[in-house]
């Protein structure tokens, strides 16, 4: 089945910094999901990708769809501590039909 | 306010037991889902339905069983056959039946086998 690689798998950074995180696959994606998941909680959906090359922003985080269908980037800018997190992406495909297949995650730990 | 729901937050049992995680949506959503996280993981997909009445296994369903009886409510059992049953459960819905939708979430159960 397909599998969606992210890195890097987790990041410790100081607060104030920005943050970059990717997501690729052998295969082509026609939809991209970007969700975090706070500790303890389930998945949040943040951003949502539909069309090559699309570039979105939802406040502080913006992704965007790669030209290739095969990647996706999620950049958050000025990290608070409130970012603290799992973020996974997601798109169409696996082994159970055409199900959404995740990636492993990457976790956030910001510092104060 | 609408939402996916899922109880107990925390749940423990004993080795052997069949023990049922409840899900319940109210946004009128036609498919489900049910996943399995463990620690520092991604989510693994063990049952979706589609339609009321109707159900498919995902990649790790051996030793969980499911129904779909309303459109509501997606309970999942697991059973003493799921030979590592403790994890964090997550159910999901989606409205349509096209499983690229995206996915909404409820907060999850943990299950803890003793």
């Known amino acids: 089945g397909q599998q969606l690689n992210q890195s890097p798998q987790s990041m410790f950074i100081q607060e104030g910094e920005d943050v970059s995180m990717n997501c690729t696959s052998s295969?082509?994606?026609?939809?991209w999901l970007w969700y975090k998941q706070d500790p303890g909680e389930g998945p949040v959906l943040l951003i949502a990708?539909?069309?090559?090359?699309e570039l979105t922003s939802n406040g502080r985080l913006t992704a965007q769809f790669g030209i290739t269908r095969k990647d996706s980037f999620l950049n958050i800018s000025a990290s608070i501590p409130s970012d603290v997190g799992i973020y996974f992406c997601?798109?169409?495909?696996?082994?159970?039909?055409?199900?959404?297949?995740f990636g492993g995650g990457t976790r956030l730990m910001v510092k104060p | 306010d609408g939402g996916i729901t899922q109880s107990p937050k925390y749940l423990f049992r004993k080795e052997g037991q069949n023990v049922t995680l409840s899900c319940e949506q109210n946004?009128?959503?036609?498919?489900m889902y049910w996943y399995r996280q463990d620690p520092g993981q991604g989510l693994r997909l063990i049952y979706y339905?589609?339609?009321?009445?109707?159900?498919q296994k995902g990649d790790i369903a051996e030793g969980y069983s499911v129904s779909r009886e309303k459109k509501e409510s997606f309970p999942l059992t697991v059973t003493s056959a799921q030979k590592n049953p403790t994890a964090f459960y997550l159910c999901?819905?989606?409205?349509?039946?096209?499983?690229?939708?995206?996915?909404?979430f409820g907060p999850g159960t943990r299950l803890t086998v003793l």
């Open positions: 339905s589609q339609i009321v009445n109707d159900f």
């Open positions: 946004l009128n959503h036609d498919a």
């Open positions: 999901a819905s989606s409205r349509g039946q096209d499983g690229t939708d995206t996915q909404y």
């Open positions: 990708l539909y069309k090559a090359g």
């Open positions: 997601a798109g169409p495909g696996g082994n159970a039909g055409n199900m959404l297949t």
């Open positions: 295969s082509i994606f026609n939809t």
